[in-house]
């Protein structure tokens, strides 16, 4: 069995004012997986993200990092993660390499292989050149991968993204997929957090979703993909039934039917037994992106 990097035992999270942002989670990532966590907004995800950083204190559970308690052993649990939080949260009229160099210290990073690590990193993440910008000269996308640079800094073996993508243009986007990428076949364990369906797809081995402070189900990606193998389609149609119409038929008005098209399946099967029915059908298209629509028939 592959060892487990983080293991999540009945986590639960109630803030103060009663939100339940997290109902008993458990989550196991392995050593060496980039497993993404999907949710839409307000589904629990940086809460969760929040504990590892202990800028949230759960309510209830055990965290084990790496196999270190993280209650029992915190310093040691947390020498092994690297945590990029949604929000930014560094002093805007620092110098970028000061910010980086500053988080290495508080790991027991020697200066100057801190300096060292903080120059790599940051040019890594194409910030070469600003390595003595004030934080409040980047844009949104530079902030987010200074944050990154800082995460590494102590070269953890877990990597914790809350959200890479946000405030990222679509261009750099991709940049930061390769990245983090590069850092994963550097033999890291990636963990991420997103609600960007194609971000899951296109970066993880592992998906879990989560809605409403619930880890809905956990798989990977071939297996949740194949679950999404069929396309909802429309079908226009004239006349009237002479008998009930099959169950996979749903009938949402008088000239209007719904019904998945599974893969391999045959569309000219499908318009001859409605057909068979008494019907005519005289259009045909597809309602949404298939995998929008699995996604939201989870978390509604
Ligand atoms: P996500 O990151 O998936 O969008 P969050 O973990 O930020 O979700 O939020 C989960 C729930 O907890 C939401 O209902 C949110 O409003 C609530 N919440 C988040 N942070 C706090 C807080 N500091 N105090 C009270 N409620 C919070
Ligand atoms: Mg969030």
Excluded at 209 to 238: A, P, Y
């Amino acid at each position: 069995m592959k060892e487990i990097a983080l293991q999540i035992n009945t986590v639960s999270k109630t803030y103060k004012g009663g939100v339940e942002a997290l109902k008993d989670v458990n989550l196991e990532i392995k050593k060496g997986e980039i497993f993404g966590l999907l949710g839409p907004n307000g589904a629990g995800k940086s809460t969760l993200i929040n504990i590892l950083t202990t800028l949230t204190v759960k309510t209830s559970g055990t965290i084990q990092v790496a196999g270190v308690d993280f209650d029992g052993n915190q310093s040691e649990a947390k020498t092994h993660l690297g945590v990029v939080p949604q929000e930014f949260n560094f002093g805007i009229f620092e110098k970028i390499q000061d910010i980086v160099v500053q988080q290495a210290g508080y790991y027991g990073v020697p200066r100057d292989i801190a300096t060292d690590r903080a120059v790599h990193y940051l040019t890594k993440l194409g910030l070469g050149d600003k390595l003595q910008a004030t934080a409040m000269q980047l844009s949104g996308g530079m902030k987010r991968r200074l944050m990154i640079a800082r995460a590494l800094v102590h070269e953890p073996d877990i990597l914790i993204l809350d959200e890479p993508s946000a405030g990222v243009d679509v261009e750099l986007r991709r940049e930061m997929w390769e990245f983090i990428q590069e850092i994963h076949q550097q033999g890291r364990t990636i963990i991420l957090t997103t609600h960007y369906l194609e971000e899951a797809e296109q970066l993880c081995d592992r998906i879990g979703i989560i809605n409403k402070g619930t880890v809905l189900q956990v798989g990977t990606v071939t297996d949740l993909l194949s679950e999404l193998q069929r396309d909802r389609l429309i079908l226009d149609v004239e006349g009237t039934p002479h008998k009930t119409l099959p169950e996979r038929y749903q009938r949402i008005s008088a000239e209007r039917l719904e019904t998945d098209l599974i893969k391999g399946e045959d569309l000219w099967d499908i318009t001859t037994e409605i057909h068979n029915y008494g019907l005519k059908v005289t259009g045909i298209r597809n309602k949404t992106n298939r995998l929008e629509e699995v996604f939201l028939s989870k978390v509604q």
